[in-house]
């Protein structure tokens, strides 16, 4: 699995390619492991979560808390793309893509 996706409440957040809790690599090209994104701020009565962190764990590339947004998956033989956009503006938040080859 290269991409795993789950929603939730409260806040955006995207992994490198993580094994047992450690970042193992960087890169999305060709990753021998699983990413995660969890999209949990499409919006709900107990509002967005205040991650606001000094320091995030190692193994996490983005954070976002400060307002609902919602992704789009882009697929095709060799790429999985996906984009992170903001609610309020529509504004791209974050971008990537894993290659396999």
């Known amino acids: ?6 929603g939730h409440v409260h806040s955006y957040e995207r992994t490198y390619p993580v094994y047992q ?18 999209v949990g701020c499409a919006g709900n009565k107990e509002g967005l979560d205040s991650l606001n962190r000094t ?20 697929v095709t033989d060799t ?4 984009n992170f956009y903001r609610s309020s503006d529509g504004g791209l938040e974050d971008s990537f893509v894993i290659t396999k080859n």
């Open 1 to 6: 699995v290269d991409l795993f996706v789950v």
């Open 79 to 82: 790429q999985l793309g996906w």
């Open 21 to 38: 809790d450690v970042n193992i690599e960087s890169d999305y090209n060709n990753p021998e492991y699983t990413s995660y994104i969890v």
């Open 55 to 74: 320091q995030k764990a190692t193994w996490s590339a983005k954070q976002y808390w400060q307002d609902q947004g919602f992704g789009i998956l882009n």
